[in-house]
């Protein structure tokens, strides 16, 4: 919905704004098998010794070349649904596909050619340097003990550039900061020259400069053609640019679709269980959504849910 | 028996805390040697063979066939000119007979006099086979011991012919003196010595033979103090000499046993190994200290046995002229 | 310098090492008469001394310090800890009882090769233990319940040991206890034939297993979302490093530390990837267990010092050493954990 506003900020976030809309239009009926990056029908996830099931019958589609985010409160899924979507936790029923195969046809190799993962941390065991890192991500390109040709060099090159870690190459990774090292995770997922990139929480410990980075990058790579998929606890961040939406709860889908359409305060509210209230921010004519705070003197009414 | 003994004192070190037993125990097994060699003074009128010199082989009769204490049959055509013994009770003996002009290479615990110029082997259970190999050897004297049966089968590898004793008891320490004798070409020195250990024997037989046995232990030393055992050497001993091994029930051939037992058990004697002193507790009880060269089986076990029976019986040995 | 160079190096100072073994111990030789005696001239006595004493236990150092090297490179990339070798999965506390085991039975009395075979079995009876204990549903393997597993398990079979030695007499204590320090003295062409057997094969395995240990080192997740199949990879490689450390524990003893340094050494050397870190491990692992038995032999001659004791001694100062200039560049051994937040 652009809005009129005032001054160069205002009008690059018009534009923005309007980009998202529009390739979200053109995603919105696309949510068929053929044309979908991911999906799941009613798939569900029960991990031994829990009383409910991490997972209960979750349909969901992620339609290709979109930016797709997945929030919800803490123990909601999010986390089970990306793994369980690759393979890597076991189904308890439904079913996942990726491209168009469900996820049990795939080979583990096959799959790390389109599929790169980044989790929200790792712990090294041993010294290693940016390139190195990166370099990991051509894994599964190359046999045995094969050297990296220079398709494998210039993979490499490139996801390096576009996170802009070049200078960082040869340093080791204890002796970045946290968004550097983030970046160089990214660059490792990009190496794999990937179709779809599976992004948990990326940015939880980051600042706002290195955050923005990354989501930027991250939106810049799908509006090249490339499927993100986001789990991430920032609603602001995630309606700004994201092109559709998941609101889990509890195992369960509570929304799925374009942003605005996820993001009713009503089912914010029941979600999160917490007062939250959605509007237009007049400035940047972005989605703003704002918990809001239950002790009196905020200056908001608060409805206790 | 003696390889138990000081391998034991070696294996010691590794289990009591006490380092000053520990350096005792390394001297322990030089001293064996030299206290074994000077206690075994032959007795007069006996004769005595050369030393120096070429031996008395005039009692050789060759070819000598011999089964030694692994089993092997053995054939000896002449004297062997170069030998080394792994086996220090051997070594006594052999030096004894007179034949140590054809010992050409001794051992770590090999420390007397006349074989200090002598180039070393090593340990006797683990001997250096390059040295072995070097010194072109005729025969290899060696334990007939379970753990070293490597050593037997690299030695026959690289065609060192070897002869294994079993240097454990009294018995065993008069079959070796007779092997050896008759391998040496040496039967006359040898049977010389055996008869003066047996007239020894005999003569302390005769003399406790009708007295009661007093209640006697060996302590070896440790915290908590460790004893000798049946099938030990000390304990033949002990009982030649006319005692009673209080701990004839103990299972391996020395264990450490509590404070408790050792009250628990009426003592008479209380023969200690050298260096050590009575437990506090005992002290109520007759004690004595034996120098370390009883522990182990030699040539000179008669004049052990004889002094352990001097201390179990007092009174059957009244002073002779000599 | 580049890892080929390394390679090369190394490669060369082994030949030279070995060489050096030949013409080193308690008897001098000169080099005249070691090349006479390998060539099949000369006395008899040098060349029973060059070919049957010395020359295996040149190939048997080369080949035990190169294997429990590559097994303790595989450990630390397995457990994802830099403090990881050959024997922290209760490997030599299982060798240990079934070697003391065969000796108070006094079995080691009518085979001679009853000790090994017995240190081996023991080994083995660790390994399959500790592996059933950190088995997962589906047939993986829990690393953290592998090294907690592999402690305890270990901590059990030094205790049977001492259990054993307690009522045991004396000489099976000072054999046993001897063998547990190491020593590559009974090194024949026979037992080098059986080491040679079972290190070679699994040394070149670990080693086509290098990519897939790389993506360990950043996490079991991360390796399974690159396309490694993760549980596989364990399994072979637990299994493979472990052999190669009950190979070397029944052939030789106990030779601690050469597994723990060794990748260290030459992780600061070349950093930490295992296509290179394997291959130089074993080199210069070997190079390092030549020398200590070198130095074995010679230091006390004709006593022989065990070749475990060497190894720490001489190893410990040189790693420290190697350790203080490696901390300021940032690539020590803890610089890489905790990153990636």
């Not at chain 1, 991430?232 to 889990?248: G, K, N, S, V």
């Not at chain 2, 012919?161 to 391998?183: K, S």
């Amino acid at each position: 919905m652009p809005t009129e506003s005032a001054g160069p900020a205002g009008a690059k976030a018009v534009t923005r704004a309007a980009r998202v809309r529009d390739s979200s239009a053109a995603n919105q009926t696309s949510a068929s098998n053929g044309s979908a990056a991911l999906g799941t029908t009613e798939l569900s996830v029960h991990y031994p010794n829990a009383p409910k099931p991490a997972l209960d019958s979750v349909s969901m589609t992620v339609p290709r070349g979109s930016f797709y985010a997945v929030l919800g409160p803490n123990g909601s899924g999010k986390s089970t649904l990306l793994r369980a979507l690759l393979g890597m936790v076991p189904h308890a029923g439904g079913q996942a596909h990726v491209f168009g195969r469900p996820i049990s046809d795939w080979h583990r190799r096959a799959l790390a050619r389109e599929a790169g993962v980044v989790t929200q941390s790792e712990s090294l065991a041993f010294p290693i340097t940016v390139r190195e890192l990166v370099a990991m991500g051509r894994y599964p390109y190359l046999g045995a003990l094969q050297s990296e040709t220079t398709t494998d060099k210039e993979a490499i090159s490139q996801a390096m550039r576009m996170c802009d870690i070049e200078n960082l190459a040869q340093r080791f990774l204890s002796t970045l900061s946290g968004g550097e090292v983030q970046r160089t995770r990214v660059a490792r997922a990009l190496a794999q020259e990937p179709n779809v990139l599976l992004l948990d929480e990326p940015t939880a410990s980051l600042d706002v400069r290195h955050e923005m980075e990354i989501l930027e990058l991250l939106r810049a790579s799908a509006d090249r053609g490339m499927t993100v998929f986001l789990i991430t606890h920032h609603l602001d961040l995630a309606a700004r640019f994201a092109d559709r939406l998941l609101l889990l709860d509890r195992g369960r889908v509570a929304a799925e679709g374009e942003p605005r359409e996820v993001l009713q305060e009503e089912t914010l509210q029941r979600v999160y269980e917490w007062p939250i209230s959605v509007s237009d921010d007049p400035a940047t004519g972005l989605l703003r959504v704002t918990p809001l705070s239950t002790v009196s003197g905020s200056g908001q009414d608060s409805d206790s849910s | 028996m003696w390889a138990g003994i000081y391998v034991f004192r070696a294996g010691a070190l590794t289990y009591f805390s006490n380092t000053v037993r520990g350096e005792r125990g390394m001297r322990c097994s030089v001293w064996f040697l030299v206290a074994a060699l000077v206690g075994c003074e032959p007795s007069p009128g006996a004769q005595v063979p050369t030393v120096d010199g070429e031996p008395d082989t005039s009692s050789a009769s060759y070819p000598v066939e011999l089964v030694d204490a692994a089993g092997t049959k053995h054939t000896f055509e002449a004297a062997p000119r170069r030998i080394v013994s792994l086996v220090p009770s051997a070594t006594e003996a052999l030096l004894e007979m007179g034949v140590a002009n054809r010992l050409v290479g001794r051992t770590d615990y090999d420390r007397v006099p006349e074989l200090a110029g002598l180039p070393s082997v090593g340990g006797g259970l683990q001997p250096n086979l390059e040295i072995l190999v070097s010194l072109d050897l005729d025969l290899v004297i060696r334990f007939a011991g379970e753990s070293d049966l490597a050593t037997a089968e690299r030695l026959t590898a690289l065609g060192i012919p070897h002869f294994a004793v079993q240097p454990d008891g009294i018995e065993d320490v008069l079959t070796i003196i007779g092997n050896l004798g008759r391998i040496m070409g040496a039967s006359d020195a040898a049977d010389s010595m055996l008869s003066e250990i047996r007239g020894v024997l005999t003569d302390v037989a005769r003399r406790v033979a009708e007295l009661p046995e007093p209640r006697v232990v060996y302590i070896l030393g440790g915290d908590p103090p460790w004893v000798a055992g049946p099938g030990t050497y000390i304990d033949e001993l002990m009982t030649v000499a006319g005692g009673k091994n209080v701990f004839d029930d103990l299972g391996p051939l020395y264990a450490p046993v509590s404070m408790e037992a050792l009250l628990a058990r009426e003592l008479d004697l209380i023969l200690l190994s050298e260096g050590l002193t009575p437990p506090s507790l005992l002290a109520h009880v007759r004690s004595a200290v034996l120098p370390g060269s009883v522990e182990i089986p030699g040539p000179g076990l008669g004049r052990a046995a004889r002094d352990i029976a001097v201390l179990i019986h007092p009174g059957a040995f009244d002073p002779e002229p000599r | 310098m580049k890892p080929v160079t390394w390679a090369v190096l190394l490669g060369f100072i082994v030949v030279l090492v070995f060489l050096l073994s030949l013409g080193l111990g308690s008897v001098d030789l000169t080099i005249g008469e070691v090349y006479a005696a390998l060539r099949g001239g000369g006395d008899l006595s040098d060349r029973q001394i060059v070919v049957d004493l010395r020359a295996p236990r040149a190939v048997m150092a080369i080949l035990v310090g190169g294997g429990l090297s590559i097994a303790g490179a595989v450990f630390q990339a397995l457990l994802r800890n830099p403090l990881a070798e050959p024997y922290i999965l209760g490997i030599s506390g299982g060798a240990a009882t079934g070697a003391v085991i065969a000796l108070a039975l006094g079995l080691a009395a009518s085979f001679s090769w009853a000790l090994p075979a017995a240190a081996f079995a023991g080994a083995l009876f660790a390994i399959v233990l500790v592996l059933r204990v950190a088995a997962t549903a589906d047939g993986g393997v829990d690393v953290r319940v592998l090294l907690l597993a592999g402690v305890v398990v270990g901590a059990y079979f030094t205790a049977c040991m001492a259990f054993v030695l307690s009522i045991s007499d004396a000489r099976t204590v000072r054999t046993l206890v001897l063998w547990m320090m190491g020593s590559l003295a009974g090194s024949d062409w026979r037992t080098v034939g059986m080491v040679t057997l079972y290190t070679i094969p699994a040394s070149l395995a670990l080693v086509g297993l290098a990519r897939p240990l790389n993506l360990l080192a950043i996490g079991e997740e991360t390796a399974g979302f690159l396309g490694a199949d993760v549980e596989r990879v364990k399994r072979i490689a637990y299994v493979l490093a472990s052999l190669l450390a009950a190979a070397g524990v029944a052939a030789t003893g106990v030779i601690g530390f050469v597994g723990l340094i060794v990748p260290h050494a030459v992780r600061l050397m070349v950093g930490s990837d295992y296509r290179v870190l394997l291959p130089l491990s074993f080199l210069t692992g070997a190079v390092l267990l030549t020398v200590a038995d070198i130095v074995a032999r010679t230091a006390l001659s004709p006593a022989e010092v065990p070749i475990g004791v060497i190894t720490t001694l001489v190893g410990v100062p040189l790693f420290l050493l190697l350790l203080r200039r490696s901390v300021g560049a940032g690539t020590g051994i803890g610089a890489g954990t905790g990153s990636g937040a």
